[in-house]
């Protein structure tokens, strides 16, 4: 069975750092598009950014730019979210998964992991 599991969730004040993991276990490779969303009370849920496991194909919602990293780690199967300088606004649940599409869209990623809370207190 293909898993994704997450790690490094918590809680900062603003302008602190965070840095999420998320560890494949099976076959996961195969999905080469790699991705973290967030979904915040209330509000659909959106990608936050998104790499392969050879680190090309980067993206990076326009909130997010210059402030948080993506990276993917393919010897340990694993990608992770280096975010700092959070904001309030970025207080959400941060869920990583990944596709075998090239994309942004919620629908066309087929592994999701647990999601992990991240909150930003101002």
């Known amino acids: 069975q293909i898993q994704l599991v997450e790690s490094g969730g918590g809680s900062v004040q603003a302008g602190g750092s965070l840095r999420l993991s998320c560890v494949g276990s099976g076959p996961v490779l195969k999905y080469y598009f790699l991705a973290w969303f967030r979904q915040a009370p209330g509000k659909d849920r959106e990608i936050v950014s998104r790499?392969?496991?050879?680190?090309?194909?980067?993206y990076y919602a326009d909130s997010v730019k210059g402030r948080f990293t993506i990276s993917a780690d393919i010897e340990k199967n694993a990608f992770y979210l280096q975010m700092n300088n959070l904001k309030p606004e970025d207080t959400a649940v941060y869920y990583c998964a990944a596709s075998d599409k090239y994309t942004v869209k919620v629908a066309e990623y087929e592994l999701w992991g647990q999601g992990t809370q991240v909150t930003v207190s101002s």
């Open positions: 790499v392969t496991w050879h680190g090309t194909e980067m």
